[in-house]
């Protein structure tokens, strides 16, 4: 599976992106994506989960009520809606998958750069 993150870019708080997670390859194998942020100097953290097979949704609590995920089947895409932007946001945002419920990350993204001004 290959995955092709974008739509990061510059923005005031307060303000929306929506990134784009686009899967190719053995996307059948696919159980969830994720996606991963991670700001200048800290560890990579978990942002929200999509189950290919349902749409059932995950959040961190950071994100919780802002950001929501979702997926595309046709086009084997996830999304994610980000409002309410806030500083404290500013990372690379990732995308991985899974294959199964426990197993690892086994595919990532290269990552898109979402920058939050105050």
């Known amino acids: 599976v290959q995955l092709q993150a974008s739509g990061g870019g510059l923005v005031q708080a307060g303000g929306s992106l929506r990134l784009s997670c686009a899967a190719s390859g053995r996307t059948f194998s696919v159980y969830a994506m994720d996606w991963f942020r991670q700001a200048p100097g800290k560890e990579r953290e978990f942002a929200a989960s999509i189950r290919w097979s349902d749409g059932r949704v995950y959040y961190a609590d950071s994100v919780k009520g802002r950001f929501t995920v979702s997926r595309d089947n046709a086009k084997n895409t996830m999304y994610l809606q980000m409002n309410n932007l806030k500083p404290e946001d500013t990372a690379v945002y990732y995308c991985?998958?899974?294959?199964?419920?426990?197993?690892?990350?086994?595919?990532w993204g290269q990552g898109t750069l979402v920058t939050v001004s105050s």
């Open positions: 991985a998958t899974k294959g199964s419920e426990y197993a690892s990350y086994d595919y």
